[in-house]
């Protein structure tokens, strides 16, 4: 080993799904929305001139519009590159306590990345057998909670009540609720942020706003949580938001209409998906999200997980304890999902 390579911040990366390169595959694997975003962001003229500009630093009109979107002030907002960005400076924000933070065993993988690349100290909390969060498990000393609600990838949603639970039996701490998938039926923890100092609500418009590629996530919060969080975004890079983001980002927030249209369309084939493959031997847990988390009852889900994929249909297995027996299906649109559907009709 070299002299220096004992210096080097040695990390495991997360590891993303897949994005196939071929055309005609149907991608059931990374929870993207199939409709796309709104007309008026594809409509949307961008002067491109003023990319010889750098963009504003505090994305205004965007926090604006978020903010009033929720009915917020625009201190209680914060803006970012994916919520991947919010939450990763949201862990150097808020996490520096010498005591664990804590988070599900079975969750968003990425959140133990985080912890690992800032030398965070952390412990999972096992969900229960039917893979429920249980908040008793969180009433003890920690340094920070974070979990999704929607949970990721069990689909499995906990009502505001559950989240306020937990955020009151923690106040000297910050919890960072991560709602990607909440527009798809799971009730938002936004309404608590004036009651509740410690806590953090971050969301995207990667899954409900159909707008991945452009790499948009918000935090929620109290002005003096935002404020912290900005001083560390504005140590770090002050440009997260270019224009383009910023002006598109805009634009989706207000077409409200389509947005809703999109989610119910995602929602009743969701509903639909799950009858087809119940009557095929799977059990899927009850799913609030744009995906579902299915078993097969005799098949084992590596072995579907590769068959489909020779059928150029991508799903997301995870090799790992408690959950290889199960796979994360994206709902696609309803032709997508009668495609699946026929190849698991062959396949069982
Ligand atoms: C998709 C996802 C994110 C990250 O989304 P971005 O594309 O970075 O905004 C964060 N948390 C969970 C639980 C997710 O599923």
Redesign the pocket.
Known sequence: MSGWEKNIRKVVPYVPGEQPKEEDVIKLN??ENPYGPSPRVKGKQLELEKLRLYPDPCASQLVKAIADYHGLKTENVFVG???????AMSFLTFFNSEKEILFPDV??S?YDVWADMLKIPYRTVAVDDKFKILSEDYKCPNGGIIF?NP??PTGIAEPVSFVEDIVSANKDVIVIV?E??VDFGGESAVSLIDKYDNLLV?R????SRSM?GI???YAMGNEKLIQYLNDVKYSFNSYTMNMPSIELGVMSIEDEGYFRESIAKVISTRERFIKEIEKLGFTCLPSKANFVFATHERLKAKYIFEEAKKNKIYVRHFNKPRIENYLRITIGTDEQMDIFIDFLKNLV
């Open positions: 990374t929870n590159v994916g919520s991947d960005d919010v939450i969750t968003y990425f999704p949970n990721a991560d990607a998938y971050v995207t418009f990667s899954k991945a790499r948009i996530g």
